[in-house]
């Protein structure tokens, strides 16, 4: 069965930072990959995926993500953090053969002026 | 494209009530997936659709909780009688032909803003 894990339920940063969130996935076979960004009282927005091809993806607000599959990882970054990154992130996880996507636990990130 | 719609965007309601949650997803999406979302459990898909049929509901909590799809325009999703321990976020998503490969494009799911649920 396929989860994902997300390290670190909370990661704060100052304003002008790297932000880093990590996800790590276990499949059997190549998964996609997908980001989602929540900001309060809205629903999850979706940031970026991978399915195939380029394992560098870019996805909207200045972040990518990488995947790497000898790591099982698709950690999510930002060279630059803005006051306005500030949302809970959640890594999901699909294959090719299911409809649902199984979501992480979110990481709640702060950034500080 | 107005999204995913969710109505009422906030329910208060008392203990032993019914409570029904409504989703319009997206023109011409042929999934619809409901959501909960509480601090102590997180994000919980709790039944899908695929052209209106129920496909899995074993996130079901509990015979209190129904969903239909009378058709692929509407949803809902209803909880009775309605305990405190419902309360949560209640998501709707809607996703075109789930999550299957065609030419390698993946189709995501669409979330609506949420259903804040208060029961009392």
């Known amino acids: 069965a396929q989860s994902v894990t997300q390290l670190g339920s909370h990661v704060s940063v100052s304003e002008g930072a790297l932000v880093l969130l990590r996800c790590n996935y276990s499949?059997?076979?190549?998964?996609?990959l997908f980001w989602y960004v929540q900001y309060p009282n809205q629903g999850l927005q979706l940031l970026l995926k991978y399915t195939t091809g380029a394992t560098l993806v870019k996805g909207i607000n200045g972040f990518e993500a990488e995947f790497k599959k000898s790591e099982t990882s698709f950690h999510l970054t930002k060279p630059s953090a803005h006051m306005s990154d500030a949302a809970e992130y959640f890594c999901?996880?699909?294959?090719?053969?299911?409809?649902?996507?199984?979501f992480g636990t979110g990481t709640r990130l702060q950034v500080f002026p | 494209d107005a999204g995913v719609i969710q109505s009422p965007r906030h329910e208060v309601t008392e203990m032993g009530q019914e409570v029904t949650l409504r989703c319009k997803p997206i023109s011409g999406h042929d999934y619809l997936f409901w959501y909960r979302q509480t601090m102590m459990r997180g994000l919980e898909l709790l039944i899908y659709?695929?052209?209106?049929?129920?496909?899995?509901d074993s996130g079901m909590p509990e015979d209190r909780f129904s969903a239909k799809m009378p058709n692929a325009s509407f949803s809902t999703l209803k909880i009775q009688p309605s305990e405190p321990r419902d309360s949560a976020v209640y998501f709707c998503?809607?996703?075109?032909?789930?999550?299957?490969?065609?030419?390698?494009?993946?189709?995501?799911?669409?979330f609506g803003p949420g259903t804040r649920l208060t029961v009392t």
């Open positions: 659709f695929n052209n209106n049929v129920p496909i899995d």
């Open positions: 999901a996880v699909s294959d090719h053969n299911t409809d649902k996507l199984i």
């Open positions: 998503a809607s996703s075109l032909s789930g999550l299957a490969v065609l030419g390698g494009i993946s189709y995501e799911q669409y």
């Open positions: 499949s059997s076979v190549p998964p996609y």
